[in-house]
Every structure is written in structure tokens, then in C-alpha cells.
């Protein structure tokens, strides 16, 4: 049982009877002498998709619920629907777009290295890999003789996510994104 400065984002918790989906934690820091950290967590009960907010001191054990994470990739879109296919026994798993909104940023079809999450066999969030590539579809002409650390621009997507990049890097090119922070880390390499 993990301490609750130890959960992470998208894990599977279980608090008073029900499996929880931990979508945001801010730490927050009393300035009083003996205040201890205190963890507010954004949860989703898994079953209802219900928002509950709670907090938790630092030290207090929190207890993991049975999941499991399946590699997958997007396999179509039927609807609000979003079908990913597990990479190693080919099943199916169907997520709604509200539930997976955020992910859906960094998704397309060539994506690596997703994961669903499962309680119980039934798939309840989408995991991203640290970072992903994507196209750039819009964005300011480049500027030849730009250095590497100048000003940066920002850059449109073609999943519609927007981040800032150098002033060097053009349009449709593909570059390399950050999913935790949403941030350009570098030109995608050339295959």
C-alpha cells in the first residue's frame, strides 16, 4: 500500500468502497510550523464516472485497486466511441471521448506505446508514453538563421493540441511532444 505522496496520475485507488480513477493531484503546503503536506486528488469513480474531490495527508496509506494496463493502439472511431486494439490478443476496448479528452491530444493513429488501464476487464483511462510525435499542421513560416534558443512560436497540431516551438521549425514537419507537460521537446527522428 503506497503512502499518498506516492500515488501517481491514472492510478486505480479504492476509497470508501469504490474504485477510484486519480485524474489530478496538487500538493499543497501549509505554512503553519507543524502543517504536513496535504495531497488533493481529482478522482473518477470508474463504475459511474462521478468527479469526487479529496485530500489526503502525506503519510496516509491509500489502497491500489486490482488493475491492469494492456498495450494497445487506436484502432477507429464509431461515434463518441474510441475502439483500441490490444497489440498481443487483438481485444477490443471501447472508451468515450469525455472520458479520455485530455489523452486525446497526443492520440492519433500511429501512436506507440499506449496503454489502457482495466478494473475488473473493463477499460477505464488510456496511459500516454512520456512522449509522443506529431505533425504539425499550422504555424508562423519559419525563420532561416533562427538559433536554437530563440524565441519560440506557437504550433498547431494535427490533433489540435498547440505548443510553442522555435522559430526555426515549419510547417509540416513532425516533432517530438512531451505528454506530462504538453511542451516541444525536439524534431522527430527522420526513419
Known amino acids: 500500500m503506497p503512502k499518498a505522496s506516492e500515488v501517481k496520475k491514472n492510478a486505480a485507488i479504492e476509497h470508501n468502497d469504490k474504485v477510484y480513477l486519480v485524474k489530478d493531484i496538487n500538493k499543497l503546503t501549509p ?40 498495450q494497445v493502439m487506436l484502432s477507429y472511431v464509431d461515434g463518441d466511441e474510441y475502439v483500441f486494439m490490444d497489440n498481443e490478443d487483438y481485444t477490443p476496448y471501447n472508451i468515450n471521448k469525455d472520458t479520455i479528452a485530455d489523452e ?12 489502457v488501464l482495466t478494473v475488473d476487464g473493463s477499460p477505464v483511462a488510456i496511459e500516454l508514453p512520456s512522449s509522443v510525435e506529431l505533425v504539425i499542421v499550422e504555424t508562423d513560416p519559419s525563420i532561416k538563421g533562427a538559433s536554437a534558443s530563440a524565441r519560440t512560436k506557437p504550433a498547431t497540431l494535427t490533433t489540435g493540441l498547440v505548443v510553442q516551438v522555435p522559430e526555426y521549425i515549419a510547417s509540416g514537419e513532425k516533432i517530438k511532444v512531451n505528454t506530462a507537460e504538453s511542451k516541444f521537446m525536439s524534431r522527430a527522428e527522420s526513419k
Open 31 to 70: 505554512s503553519g510550523r507543524a502543517g504536513a503536506s496535504l495531497y488533493r486528488m481529482r478522482l473518477y469513480d470508474v463504475a459511474t464516472g462521478v468527479k469526487a474531490d479529496e485530500s489526503f495527508k502525506a503519510d496516509e496509506m491509500i489502497n491500489l485497486a486490482d488493475f491492469s494496463r494492456h
Open 104 to 115: 486525446l491530444l497526443f492520440i492519433n493513429e500511429d501512436t506507440q506505446g499506449l496503454q
